[in-house]
Structures are given as C-alpha cells and as structure tokens.
C-alpha cells in the first residue's frame, strides 16, 4: 500500500516525499534480495539434483565388514 501511494504521490504532484520514496526503495531493495536468493536456492536445488543423478549412476561399492 506504501508503494502504491508513493507511485500516486509522486506521478500526481512530481514531488518526491522523502518517507514514501525511501518506503519504495526498500520495496524494490527487498524484492531484489528475495530474487537473488531465489536465484541461488534454485542453484543450489541444481547442484543436489546433480549430485542425487551421480550417485544414482555411480553409487557407491559396498563394503562388508566380516
């Protein structure tokens, strides 16, 4: 809602309020971290898949202790 008003505060009048401006750019700053942890959450999903695919291929000898 903050973000709302400060697009309509600013379009409207072409002032920038100081408190909604800086509302809008920890918004945006708070979406970009979020997307680049997701980024990197999606990596790392990556690196399991492709550890679990050469595990499935490649597993490991068993050994059997006597």
Do not use: S
């Not at 809602?1 to 309509?8: E, H, P, R, T």
């Not at 009048?13 to 920890?26: A, T, V």
């Not at 990556?46 to 597993?59: C, D, E, G």
């Amino acid at each position: 809602i903050a973000m709302l008003v400060a697009n309509a505060r600013t379009t409207k009048y072409q002032i920038p309020d100081n408190r909604y401006q800086r509302i809008k750019l920890e918004t945006m700053d708070a979406w970009h971290l979020i997307r680049e942890l997701q980024a990197r959450a999606k990596m790392g999903l990556r690196k399991i898949q492709v550890l679990r695919l050469m595990l499935q291929t490649h597993p490991k000898p068993h050994h059997f202790d006597p």
